[in-house]
């Protein structure tokens, strides 16, 4: 008798994932070297199909949400979903990620990146001047790398959203920079609540 056991998309992902990090010390190259294989877990059927059942993540009380699908209890990596309703509609806020690099690859649906460059000295707390440099929209299968303090916000157009997140370390426990380009105020708030989920329930 043949016993077949299929690892799912996730664990593919999960020992990849771990296999670079223990290979590739230096951040940016380890950071870029990861997309492609998010790209897979992004292209596998069952994850698309089980998004299309992910709760919708909810601002509330000033904070964004993010599904938690794993922690990596060795490197810290974490694997967030995120699911933007249709009816949400706007802009998120303009934000940085603090210190941790992300992956931020499109699962389901189109919206809009748009990137930033930080234009004063940081010498004042409460001041940041900003100016657009990029808007692009994206749709399934493409992938941000965001780096350590860059600029930016993820913005619906209209439809569904879902995103699959790799950090470098699980949001919500430390502040992430916020930014205003029509006052210039700069302040720094928690990231999003983790809101812990299956990514591939059992069927
Ligand atoms: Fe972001």
């Known amino acids: 008798m043949v016993i077949e056991t299929k690892k ?10 771990k296999e670079l990090f ?35 993540c909810v601002p509330a009380d000033g904070r964004a949400e993010n599904l938690l699908f794993y922690v990596d209890d060795e490197y810290g990596f974490a694997i967030n979903g995120l699911t933007k309703n249709a009816n949400r509609g706007g802009r998120t806020r303009i934000h940085d990620h603090a210190h941790i690099y992300t992956l931020y690859g499109v699962l389901d649906g189109k919206e809009s990146v748009e990137r930033y460059d930080r234009l004063d000295d940081r010498s004042r707390p409460d001041y940041a001047e900003i100016k657009l440099a990029s808007s692009v929209e994206v749709g399934p299968g493409e992938i941000d790398l965001v780096g350590p303090y860059e600029v930016h916000s993820e913005n619906t157009v209209g439809q569904r959203t879902v995103a699959v997140i790799i950090r470098s370390q699980m949001g919500g426990t430390f502040n992430q920079g916020r930014y205003n380009p029509e006052t210039n105020e700069y302040y720094e708030s928690l ?9 591939l329930p059992e069927a």
């Not at 799912?8 to 020992?15: G, K, L, P, Y």
């Open 8 to 17: 799912s998309a996730m664990d593919t992902f999960v020992a990849k994932t």
């Open 22 to 56: 223990a290979s590739e010390p230096d951040l940016d190259k380890r950071w870029q070297a990861l997309t492609p294989i998010l790209s897979d877990l992004l292209a596998d059927p069952a994850v698309v199909a089980a998004s299309k059942n992910w709760p919708d």
């Open 191 to 199: 990231g999003p609540r983790q809101t812990p989920v299956e990514m």
